[in-house]
């Protein structure tokens, strides 16, 4: 069975997952985490940020699971530059312990295949955390007729970058087209994968994952597959047969 913990707010969600985050670091010092950006870790973030001191954070590897084609420096509207100013700013993570896909890489595909590479070499990722679309996307693994196992580029859904509209200041033709992401298989090599998600827009998707079909077409109703996933949810992106926390 799959751990559901079911939170009164994100707030409460967020401190708990923090708790978690920081007593692994502690046992493992080289924890290599799978970080996710959109608007659902923030408050993650914010907590690990207030709480940077109860963990040694030097050794810890990072490796985020998307970027936007054409983004990847830290300018404005990059995953990276959140990343920064959510996180990396406060938590003493070294720069070369925090990856990234760049997005301007002249070579993309070579781009995809030089952080698979990374991840190996880091010996794989211990804890992946993930948030969840609207539409059941993991990462940037779109819904569709097939899923890509491995780091790749991808065509984002228009409902995808209307998410991330915010981004841009709310200016939706300046949301790229195309992003790198983290593969099916790439996320599912994860030891441990902790989704996260709030909200009442991802109550369906949530429902779908845990306990629809495992489709294509709902790329988070892959995680069943996993041996390690938990689900951790604020009461509103709870399905209504999980009971709270
Ligand atoms: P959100 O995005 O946190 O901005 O809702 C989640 C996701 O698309 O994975």
């Known amino acids: 069975m799959t751990p559901i913990s079911v939170f009164a707010d994100e707030e409460a969600l967020a401190e708990a997952l923090a708790t978690h985050i920081i007593e692994k670091i502690r046992r493992t010092p080289a924890l290599v985490l799978g970080l996710p950006t959109g608007r659902t870790p923030l408050a993650l973030y914010r907590r690990l940020a207030a709480r940077a001191q109860e963990a040694d954070w030097s050794r810890v590897r990072t490796f985020n699971l998307d970027e936007f084609v054409g983004t990847g420096g830290g300018e404005p509207g990059s995953y990276r530059a959140l990343m920064d100013a959510e996180l990396f700013d406060h938590v003493g993570v070294p720069p070369e312990g925090r990856g990234f896909l760049d997005g301007r890489a002249s070579d993309l595909d070579g781009e995809c295949r030089r952080y698979e590479q990374e991840i190996a070499a880091a010996g794989g990722i211990d804890l992946l955390v993930l948030g969840i679309g609207g539409n ?28 991330n509209a915010w981004l841009f200041a709310g200016d939706l033709s300046r949301v790229p087209q ?58 509103d992106a709870r399905p209504r047969r999980a009971s709270r926390r």
């Open 136 to 163: 059941g996307h993991i990462a940037f693994n779109e819904p569709g007729d097939t899923l890509i196992a491995r780091t790749h580029r991808v065509a984002l859904d228009p409902q995808t970058r209307a998410a």
């Open 178 to 235: 195309e992003a790198l992401t983290m593969g099916m298989a790439t996320i599912l090599q994860a030891r441990a994968i902790a989704l996260v998600a709030t909200g009442p827009g991802k109550a369906e998707a949530v429902q779908q994952a845990l306990e629809g079909p495992v489709t294509t077409r709902l790329p988070a109703s892959f995680l069943q597959l996993h041996p390690a996933w938990s689900v951790w949810l604020d009461d």
